[in-house]
C-alpha cells in the first residue's frame, strides 16, 4: 500500500489546496467537491474517476472509483457512487457545497445535492482564478513543454513536400509531435470545443468560419468534426498556418507559426504577419502585473487598425472575439485578452497571445506565443523564430 | 442563402426525427431541447454550437450561435444565447422539457429551465435509446468504416520494427489511419473518459488498472492520461493488443487485434485467444433480434470459465464488467454486454463484443468486432484476420 495518491510533491500539493482553501475563504465557501477532471489533475498531478472534498480549514479527501487503479493508497476512499461520500465527511444538513457547475453534468450534481442534502455554489469560477495563477512547478512543466513544442515546430519545414495537401501536412506533424512525446489531447473548458492535435489552415480554407470559440476556424474534414484542415493542396501563394498541440506533460503551450510553399505570398499577408509580430513585441511589454486584459487587446486592435488591417483581424468572414486567452492545463483558461474582460493580469498568468490575420486569397497568416507574466512583462516560453518559413520545393 | 442547415438527406433527417418523436410520444414528453454534440449531428448530420427544439407533434427548430458557420440557412434561428429561445417557440410556462441531463452541465440546464420557467426532466435515455437502432444510412456509414478500418490493419504488420516500443508503434498506426482518412477522435458519453486515438498494450502493461470504464487498461504515458501504451519496448514473448480508432465519418467501428513479435507466445496465452475468437463465433449466433444482453454476457463467461480462463477474462488485477457495447457516433452506446444489463437486442443494434484475456507476462489477447444485429444473428462490420499475426524481423 502506497502512503498517498499524490503524483505531484507533497509540499506542492499542499501549496495548491492553500490557494483552494484562501479563495474559498474570500468567498465564503467553506466546503467544495471537486469532479473536474483538470482539477482533479491539478490537485493531486493525476487522474482519476471520483471526487476530492476541500474544506476550507481542513485535509482534503479523496474518493475514487476503481481504487485499485491507484494501488491502494493510505489516503483514499473508495467509493463506487457519489451517494456514499456523505458517511466519511463531516457536512451538516443543508450546508451549502461549491461545485463546478460549469463542467458538472445536471444529474451528477443533482445526486450530490441530494445524498449530503445540500444546496450547489457554483465553484467553477474559485478553480480557474486558482489554476490561472501558476505556481514555481507549473511554470516549469510550461516551459518544458515550450521546448519541446519549438522543437517540433524546427522539423515542419523538413516535412512539406510539393503537392501536399493540409491534411497531409498535418499528419506528418503529428507523427513529429507525438514522437517527442505529446500526448495529442487539448483538454477544453466548456461544452462543445473539439479539435484533434491541430488546427493547419491553407488558403481560403482559413476563412471557413469556426463553430466554436477558436480564434480561427478552417472546414474540417467531415461535418462531424468541422475546424481545421479540409484538403486544400499547399499550392505557391497560399499560407499555411500551423497551431499545433503543445501538451508534452498534461499542461499546454499554445504556438502558431505561419508558412508558404514559396515566397510569392501577397504584399497585404506580408504586412499583415509583420502586424502581428508587431502586436506580440508590444503587448510583451505593456503584459504586467495590473495591466487590464481589455486594455491588452485594445492595444492589439488599435495596432491592426493603425496598419490599415482591421477587417482582417482575428479572421475576415467571421471575427474572433479575443486576442489571447490563458492557458495550461486546459487550452482556454483565464484570463481572457478580450474587449469586455474584466481580468486583470498577474504574476504567474501563462497566456496565449495570437494576433492573426486572415488575407483572402492568401489565407491566415501571423503568429502565437505563450508566456508567463512576470514583474519586466511577458517571457515568451515558445521561442520559434517568427517570420514565415518558406518550404523549399 | 441556403434551405436547409442538413447535411444528411431532408428524408434520412426526418425518418430519425420520427423515431425521436416516437419516442416522445411513448414517453409522455412533448417538448425537448438538444444540446449534447452527438445528439446534434445524430439529427442534422452536421455539429454546431448551438441547440435543436423538438415538439412531439411539430416542426424542429434550430437555434445556432454563430449563424454563418452554417451559410445563413432558412430553417435555423440565430441565438447568441439560451434565453432567447423562449420568444421564438411556443412552449407554455411551466412546462416540462426533456433535457439531456446526463451531459448537460448544470448552470446549462438550470439556465434554459429559467428561460422557460420550466421543469426538466431527463432525456438523455430517449436519445440513448433511439439511436441504439441504426437507420439503413447509418449502417451504411458504419460499413464504409469497417471496411477502412480493415485496410489500416492490414498494414500493422509492416509498421513494425525491432525494437520498437508500444507508444513508437502506435504512432505509426496513427499515422496510417489518418493518411487513410480516419478523424481522429473517440466522442464518448459520460464526463470522465479519455483517450488518444487508440489503446495498444504491450506485455504486462495491459494489467495496469484503468481508472475509467475502458475493457482494457495500461498505464499511459503521463499521470493526465493513463491509458494505453507505457513506453515497453516489445519484445519476444509479449503480447500487442490493438484496439484503434475506426472513426471515418462521425460514425466508429470499434475494432481490436493482437499481434506479437516472434512465435513464442504462452500457450495459456495461445489459448486464450483462440478462447475470444471462440466466444465471438458463439455470439455471433446467440445475438439475435430479442436475445436478452445479460445472457450473450454469461454465455461468453461460461465459454471462458469452462475453457478455465475465468481469471483472466476481460483482465486479470481488475476485471471489466462487460463483454460489450453499442457503437456508433459514441464509442459506449446501448446496448450494453454486462451481467446486469436489461437491454434487449433490436434489429439495428451495432454492438462491438470484445472478449478479451489479460495473462501475466505475456499481455493481453483476444479480439474485438464490431457488428450489426440482424434476423440471421451478427453481421460482422470489422473482417481482418483474426489470428494472432507475428511481426517478421
Redesign the interface.
Given at each position: 500500500m502506497h502512503d498517498t495518491l499524490l503524483?505531484i510533491p507533497a509540499g506542492e500539493a499542499a501549496l495548491r489546496l492553500e490557494k483552494v482553501k484562501a479563495r474559498m475563504k474570500a468567498e465564503n465557501i467553506e466546503h467544495i467537491i471537486v469532479?473536474d477532471?483538470a482539477n482533479i489533475?491539478y490537485l493531486t498531478?493525476?487522474?482519476?474517476?471520483g471526487f476530492i472534498y476541500i474544506n476550507a480549514s481542513g485535509n482534503p479527501t479523496y474518493f475514487v472509483?476503481?481504487p485499485?487503479?491507484?494501488h491502494h493508497c493510505k489516503d483514499v476512499v473508495a467509493v463506487t457512487k457519489p451517494e456514499s461520500m456523505p458517511e466519511h465527511i463531516d457536512v451538516p444538513q443543508g450546508s451549502e457545497i461549491g461545485?463546478e457547475?460549469?463542467?458538472?453534468?445536471?444529474?451528477?450534481?443533482?445526486r450530490i445535492m441530494k445524498a449530503f442534502n445540500a444546496k450547489?455554489v457554483?465553484a467553477?469560477a474559485v478553480m480557474r482564478k486558482v489554476r490561472s495563477v501558476k505556481t514555481g512547478m507549473e511554470l516549469e512543466m510550461l516551459r518544458e513543454d515550450g521546448i519541446k513544442h519549438d522543437h517540433v515546430y524546427s522539423k515542419i519545414p523538413s516535412l512539406f513536400r510539393e503537392g501536399m495537401t493540409d491534411?497531409?501536412l498535418?499528419?506528418?506533424i503529428?507523427?513529429t509531435s507525438?514522437?517527442e512525446?505529446c500526448?495529442?489531447?487539448f483538454r477544453t473548458a466548456g461544452?462543445?470545443m473539439?479539435i484533434?492535435?491541430a488546427n493547419i489552415l491553407a488558403g481560403d480554407n482559413a476563412d471557413a468560419?469556426?463553430?466554436?470559440d477558436f480564434a480561427m476556424?478552417g472546414q474540417g474534414?467531415?461535418?462531424?468534426?468541422?475546424v481545421g484542415a479540409n484538403g486544400t493542396v499547399i499550392r505557391p501563394g497560399l499560407s499555411v498556418m500551423v497551431d499545433a498541440n503543445g501538451n508534452f506533460?498534461?499542461y499546454m503551450t499554445d504556438m502558431t507559426r505561419t508558412f508558404a510553399c514559396t515566397g510569392d505570398i501577397s504584399e497585404k499577408a506580408l504586412k499583415a504577419h509583420q502586424c502581428s509580430i508587431d502586436i506580440c513585441r508590444a503587448l510583451e511589454k505593456s503584459g504586467r502585473p495590473g495591466a487590464e486584459a481589455r486594455a491588452l487587446y485594445e492595444e492589439a486592435a488599435s495596432i491592426a487598425r493603425a496598419a490599415g488591417l482591421e477587417d482582417y483581424f482575428m479572421g475576415h468572414?467571421?471575427h474572433a472575439g479575443f486576442v489571447g486567452h490563458g492557458v495550461g492545463?486546459e487550452i482556454n483558461e483565464l484570463p481572457v485578452i478580450a474587449p469586455k474582460s474584466r481580468d486583470i493580469l498577474e504574476t504567474g498568468n501563462v497566456i496565449a497571445l495570437e494576433p492573426k490575420f486572415v488575407i483572402p486569397g492568401t489565407g491566415a497568416v501571423g503568429i502565437e506565443n505563450t508566456y508567463a507574466v512576470t514583474a519586466n512583462g511577458l517571457e515568451a516560453l515558445t521561442h520559434s523564430p517568427e517570420q514565415i518559413t518558406v518550404f523549399l520545393p
Open positions: 503524483m469532479r477532471t489533475f498531478g493525476r487522474v482519476f474517476d472509483r476503481r485499485n487503479t491507484i461545485l457547475l460549469d463542467s458538472l453534468t445536471y444529474a451528477m450534481a443533482t450547489a457554483n467553477s491534411i497531409e498535418q499528419v506528418e503529428e507523427r507525438r514522437l512525446g500526448l495529442g489531447q461544452d462543445v473539439e484533434h492535435m468560419a469556426s463553430p466554436y476556424g474534414m467531415n461535418p462531424s468534426l468541422p506533460n498534461g468572414s467571421q492545463i
